[in-house]
């Protein structure tokens, strides 16, 4: 997605340039960049940095995406019918498998035996910036995963869990 991005821009200004309007077109060219790219650029900049941080510093600061992770897969189980919170456990976590399967392309499987429930995600790393922006993940980005599931589930449970991330594909698992 970034290398299209930033292909179009040197085509776009390659074409300027020839046509001699580079200059009275570069505030525009600019708008661009910054609205197109630089997030972009900032976005693989900020997790290539959150791979050299220790263990609670990175967690510090990816417990932040993943909230609004979290909220934006509480978002999408909402309008597909789940009242949140809700006391549905099972409900709950058939609607989370549903949102899993969607960001894994149906390798995710959701089990429950009492009170604790097992995600498993086969094929790697799942997170849509990695996969969109062809982000080389550090060990240190699946403590994202741990706030992301930790803010689903007490948002949809209305009460507080504990998360653990027994294997990951970036932790040795």
Not at 26 to 33: A, G, R, V
Not at 155 to 172: H, N, Q
């Amino acid at each position: 997605m970034l290398d299209e991005k930033i292909e179009e821009l040197w085509d776009r200004t390659r074409k300027l340039t020839e046509e001699g309007t580079l200059e009275e077109q570069l505030p525009e060219q600019m708008d661009f960049f910054a609205r197109q790219i630089l997030p972009l650029l900032a976005i693989k900049g900020f997790f290539k940095g959150i791979g050299n941080l220790d263990e609670e510093a990175a967690n510090t600061v990816l417990s932040e995406t993943g909230k609004l992770c979290g909220g934006f897969t509480l978002a999408s189980m909402a309008t597909q019918g789940l009242e949140i919170p809700t006391q549905d456990v099972d409900a709950f976590l058939e609607a989370h498998e549903k949102a899993e399967n969607t960001a894994s392309g149906g390798r995710s499987k959701v089990t429950r035996e009492g009170d604790s429930v097992t995600i498993v995600n086969e094929g790697g790393c799942i997170c849509p910036l990695v996969k969109t922006l062809e982000i080389e993940a550090s060990p240190n980005h699946c403590l994202c995963t741990i706030s992301h599931l930790k803010h689903l589930y007490e948002t949809a449970l209305g009460r507080p869990v504990k998360v653990d991330l027994i294997e990951t594909c970036l932790r040795g698992g």
